[in-house]
């Protein structure tokens, strides 16, 4: 059984960067496509971005092309996030589920999550 935790929220001023981990513990973490999730004050969880088992294929929302990189390695899942703007406000969970880009983007329910970094970003 697979357990998350995320690290690397802050503060940011806007234009600035962040670097979020999700450090995954559990053999069988290595065959799970991962993802990152975020839910604003007031707003639903939203899809960030997700990247399979393997490391070799990933997908990301409109909003994190250009700006967001998703990577892996055995151990951890990381969220390379940079030109942040105050909309990029949230809690950013990290989330473990089936074996590919579209197990995380098209699931109804998500086998694991973590419990979330805080990300504020300042005007």
């Known amino acids: 059984q697979a357990q998350l935790v995320e690290s690397g929220g802050g503060l940011v001023q806007a234009g600035g960067s962040l670097t979020l981990s999700c450090a995954a513990s559990g053999p069988a973490f290595r065959r799970y496509a991962m993802g990152w999730f975020r839910q604003a004050p007031g707003k639903e969880r939203e899809f960030v971005a997700a990247?399979?088992?393997?490391?070799?294929s990933t997908y990301y929302s409109d909003f994190a092309k250009g700006r967001f990189t998703i990577s892996r390695d055995s151990t951890k899942s990381t969220l390379q996030m940079n030109s942040l703007n105050p909309g990029d406000t949230a809690v950013y969970y990290c989330s473990a589920h089936g074996s590919s880009t579209t197990d995380i983007v098209g699931a109804a329910h998500l086998d694991y999550w973590g419990r979330g970094t805080q990300v504020t970003v300042s005007s």
């Open positions: 990247i399979n088992w393997s490391g070799t």
